[in-house]
């Protein structure tokens, strides 16, 4: 199927390859950032728990649930990332002031340099296999994916964690 074929497909033939689009970029930006990853010891996983804790601002701190649905693992896999990083220091849990019974996940200094660290290295990888790709195209497909994102966050009105969480991280 060619390009132009694909623009005039409609319904779910359009979804399906919309959403094979996504899987194959999925796994082309994964392969780009691989080699960042490695070089500093870390999981796709692990990359994305720090880049969420630190896009957050200080104190870099949420709770292991609001984790697991923003990047769409199950809490089980959200269990097994964390431990591997508090066994580094590079996260620590600490009371959740609105809720004694439950903790809050928090980087640590070294948390914070290693977030840093990471998300700068895969940032580059990204850019660097982008590189090719115009801006324009780039600032289109964003804006377009922020679209599709917001229907779809509006239109199933519950964390997709609870549809189709991803395993194993």
Do not use: W
Not at 59 to 81: C, D, F, H, I, W
Not at 161 to 167: D, G, L, N, S
């Amino acid at each position: 199927m060619t390009a132009d074929s694909e623009t005039e497909l409609s319904g779910e033939r359009l979804t399906l390859a919309l959403s094979q689009h996504v899987v194959r970029l999925q796994g082309l930006l994964e392969r780009a950032i691989a080699p960042a990853l490695a070089a500093q010891d870390f999981t796709a996983a692990e990359l994305d728990v720090l880049g969420a804790l630190r896009s957050v601002g200080e104190p870099y701190q949420l709770r292991p649930k609001e984790l697991a649905t923003r990047l769409l693992l199950t809490t089980g896999g959200m269990s097994n990332v964390l431990r591997r990083l508090e066994a580094r220091c590079l996260v620590s849990r600490v009371p959740n002031p609105q809720d004694g019974r439950s903790h809050n996940v928090r980087l640590t200094p070294e948390g914070v340099t290693a977030a840093h660290s990471i998300t700068t290295a895969a940032a580059a990888a990204l850019h660097g296999a982008l590189s090719d790709v115009p801006a324009a195209t780039l600032n289109d497909a964003l804006a377009q994916l922020r679209t599709i994102l917001g229907v779809l966050d509006d239109t199933l009105h519950s964390p997709l964690t609870a549809q189709h969480p991803r395993q194993g991280a």
